[in-house]
């Protein structure tokens, strides 16, 4: 893309946030106070602590379940669960954990970091971001609504039909869960296809691909996985519907519907999402453990190659959660090797790790120490996936614990320890405040500590031939003791989450006050104060290397970054963008205001599916019509925006 | 009851515990590990690989995390805070993913390879097998059918399968309702049981023994209580289990006659017994059930007390199976039992 003659020529102001037009940003760029404001909301600073907080939420109430069933399991022969009270919490355990925590949380991250770290002041598509999460917020209701009439999913989050289907699952319990997870695919892809446009147009002059923070690249790659892979289980989900309110046959075996297609359409999405819930995870690490270590991360070209690399391989290995369904030899082994090979861009990323330890200074925080533990935790799930990508070993390993322990090393290892990490790295700007260091310690500790011995010894649990998802088991199998620790480990691990939650409740009103900067970051999120005032920046900065603020003492890049002096783009609610490649100015965006229609939406949408799981086909009919009436309104074009000829110079 | 302690059994000094257990287990003489193996020339193939890859697994975690803390201890900064300590780029480091990485894939590919023999051997069996064994998976019970040429050999039983020792078996394996998984570790992998689709593979034991099975996909309330039983014999004791099986028990006792008659009237309409009107087809064929070692798909010994309790009230120890509780009268009760109890 060519830059052409520009139609205006905007104003440079110097001084950063000192600038004159500040006052003026601040009038057009905040929302209104109160309850209107707090509803149609479009900053993404506000979206993404929500993001943060809903996920945490969700967190918290998957950590309950998992206690209950732990209590369940301590010991052989229990009975403080039904058989159908134990089959309910995990498959909500996993739904909450995989779906509504773990990629939520990262969006939360991304939602709040992309402008700032971009140099930029808004999402490009600032009311589908709302629309996002609260799309994302009422398919978790959605879903939970399922506990309040007493039948929630009970086929665990893989779903596997004919189980899931009307003849042996009569109530509502998955239509609540397909249904609830058509309607977080629709959150889920227009979060994705946000990031992605955010990432290739909206950034500061001169940032171009090869200057991103890494976690940028962690989630624009999974946001490509999330547009592809996403419609497998969108469809799989439909088609399950269907199957179970219409008597269709797609997985209908008594009719030659085919029950393996459901595992090839939901493992088709389900193995790339794992890489989408561990990358930008991955992304934080490396932006964040260069902080500590005092120097740029190593290798941040095989890095990115690695992430990009591992996102493509993810959708070629999705058979080796079927290798014991019977099929046929050279498709086994093809998965297999594929399987393996997808360690190597992981490695990449380990050893650039380490190397980055090695050849810095590390400097001990609560944040640093996240970070070097998830390294070993990444390696411990990642050498248990090797495991499993062997046909022979898995077909032994598949279904037992150490599946189970071999998931969590993945979930928790590689996703809740850098998202903890990094709420401590970038809590200060948030809130303005320093999370606690001596809790922090407290934290991360009993994190540690907790984590691994509930999950260490259940690779031995599976080892030992204990299936999953059984509700309980035989004394005399061995299995006993080790259940035993795994619930004290379960135990001490969640008073060390709810030790974090502790620290946020104090610090974010009695913390140590931080300055714009209080970790001597490189990147420009670290420029703006602490909070950032609505508009992220006065005036636009342009770069000039990856480290803006270290590239005095880096000697990185040609010439000098300029943070200080930029163009104001203060004529209503303006954003530049750039050309996706050089990052050189292109346009500029008119950026729309605060509006209700994204929320309307998603009453709309969510009334209609609650009119298709209550079979109110009426209702639902007029909620579809409501919600096209609202996208009218929505998508009006407006003055403002520059979407009514002559209008381009506001 | 012994139990092994786990270290010990790490150590590889895993002892047999021979026909221990709790109320609720079953006998079995191994529990279900599958580091060790009693599965010939496959299981051997199989867990010296599983054994190969996780030394691999906890060498590479012991040496990457080595050095993430050697690499703190010796490099940490003295600074205090981020802020204090300079900024500085001192060598690039991308040396250390070159000879990481390129060690990683050496050792990958060598895993890779022992990965793809391995999977070549345990494809098919080194002989045709002799014996073809039908497996099909119920909520939550297995039916099992022996094939053979002779048709007047073939017979069915349930929730515990024989098969002779030193010889390769071929199960074929499919399922009445939902998936299924049948598993018995220390003999071999597992194979998946699926609608409309007939699996086929092939085990063979390698020492004579009682292995314990179970279900191992997740297949709704009482997946947990879906166990199987593999009784490996030597041959010669396998031809006479199986002959024993074809030969219909008779009594010349009335009281096990009133007792046939009821359990026809009682149980007739989901269960079978060879050499009766008993011919339903819903539940577990029952011939020959005393000669069982367990009860409700290796959920109970097989002892008379636990058979009349299962009777009386099949939802208390397995609730949600789809056996009624036929609310039977005392006399009705023994009256049944006594007809089973001769059902060696």
Known sequence: ?650 | MRRHSVPMAMLGRLTLIAGCCGPAAARADVPMTYLRTFGGMKGLQITALTWGLLILSIVVVVITSALVLVGVLIRRSRAGAAEREPVSQTGSGVQWIYIGVGISTVVLAAAMVWNGYTIAAINSPPRDPRLTIEVRGHQWWWEVRYLSEDQSRIFETANEIHMPVGEPVRFKVSTADVIHSFWVPAIGDKIDLIPNQTNTTWLEAGRAGVYRGQCAEYCGGQHAHMGILLVAQEPADFEAWWRHQLTPVSSADLAVQEGQQQFVLHCGACHSIRGTRAGGRLGPDLSHLMSRRSLGAATLPNTIGHLSGWIADPQRVKPGNLMPTLDLSGPELASIRAFLEVQK
């Open chain 1, 1 to 650: 893309m060519t830059v052409g003659t520009y139609d205006r020529v905007p104003a440079l102001e110097t001084g950063g946030h000192a600038a004159p037009a500040a006052s003026q940003l601040t009038r057009l760029w905040e929302s209104k106070p109160g309850i209107s404001g707090w509803l149609s909301t479009v900053d993404h600073k506000e979206l993404g602590k929500r993001y943060l907080a809903t996920a945490f939420i969700f967190l918290a109430l998957g950590g309950i379940e998992a206690l209950m069933m732990r209590l369940q399991l301590a010991q052989p022969n229990q009975h403080l669960l039904t058989p159908e009270q134990y089959n309910q919490l995990f498959s909500m355990h996993g739904i909450t954990m995989i779906f509504l925590y773990a990629q939520p949380i990262l969006s939360g991250f991304s939602v709040y970091l992309f402008p700032l770290i971009l140099g930029t002041r808004d999402m490009a598509f600032p009311r589908m971001n709302a629309f996002s999460y609260w799309v994302y917020l009422a398919a978790g209701l959605f879903m939970y609504a399922s506990f309040l009439v007493g039948a929630a999913p009970n086929d665990g989050w893989f779903n596997y039909v004919p189980f899931a289907l009307k003849p042996y699952n009569p109530g509502p319990n998955m239509d609540f869960y397909a249904l609830g997870m058509i309607l977080l695919g629709i959150s889920t892809t227009a979060g994705a296809a946000n990031f992605l446009v955010t990432m290739l147009r909206t950034r500061a002059a001169g940032m171009s691909i090869n200057r991103l923070p890494i976690l940028t690249w962690g989630t624009t790659t999974t946001s490509v996985g999330i547009l592809f892979s996403m419609p497998a289980v969108s469809l799989a989900f439909f088609m399950l519907w269907l199957d179970r309110q219409f008597g269709t046959h797609f997985f209908d075996s008594t009719a030659r519907g085919q029950p393996l297609l459901w595992q090839h359409l939901f493992w088709m999405f389900a193995h790339p999402w794992v890489y989408i819930i561990v990358l930008p995870a991955m992304g934080i690490v490396s932006d964040a453990l260069p902080i500590f270590c005092r120097r740029p991360l190593v290798g941040y070209t095989v890095v990115v190659l690695a992430t990009i690399a591992t996102m493509v391989m993810g959708f070629g290995v999705w058979l080796h959660h079927m290798f014991a369904t019977g099929l046929p030899f050279l498709a086994l082994s093809f998965f297999s090797g594929a399987s393996f090979v997808i360690t190597i861009p992981s490695a990449v990323a380990v050893f650039a790790w380490i190397a980055t330890i090695w050849t810095g200074r590390p400097v001990i925080t609560t944040a640093f120490l996240f970070f070097a533990g998830f390294i070993s935790m990444f390696v411990i799930g990642g050498v248990s996936g090797v495991m499993t990508a062997s046909v022979p070993a898995d077909r032994q390993l598949t279904d037992t614990y150490f599946v189970v322990a071999h998931i969590h090393y993945v979930l928790i290892g590689i996703n809740l320890f850098p998202v903890m990490g990094g709420l401590y790295v970038w809590f200060p700007k948030m809130t303005g405040r320093m999370l606690n260091e001596r809790l922090g310690r407290w934290n991360f500790w009993m994190v540690f500590i907790g984590f691994n011995l509930a999950f260490l010894p259940m690779h031995w649990t599976g080892l030992a031939g204990m299936p999953r998802r059984i509700y309980t088991y035989p004394d005399g199998m061995g299995w006993g003791t080790v259940n035993m620790v795994t619930t004290v480990g379960s135990f001490v691990l969640a008073l060390g989450v709810l030790l974090l939650l502790i620290n946020v409740a104090i610090s974010r009103r009695h913390g140590a006050v931080a300055g714009p900067n209080p970790w001597d970051g490189p990147t420009l999120e670290w420029t703006t104060p602490s909070p950032p005032p609505p508009y992220n920046f006065a005036t636009m900065p342009a770069v000039a290397s990856r480290h803006p603020l270290w590239e005095d003492r880096l000697e990185e890049g040609m010439g000098k970054s300029s943070l200080q002096r930029g163009m104001v783009l203060a004529n209503g609610k303006e954003m530049l963008a750039v050309t996706p490649l050089d990052g050189l100015p292109d346009a500029i965006l008119k950026m729309p205001e605060d509006s209700y229609s994204p929320l309307v939406a998603t009453i709309l949408m969510t009334a209609g599916f609650t009119g298709l799981l209550l079979h109110w086909w009426w209702f639902a009919g007029a909620c579809v019509f409501l919600l096209l009436a609202c996208l009218v309104v929505w998508l009006w074009p407006e003055r403002t925006l520059g979407q009514i000829a002559g209008a381009r110079h506001v």
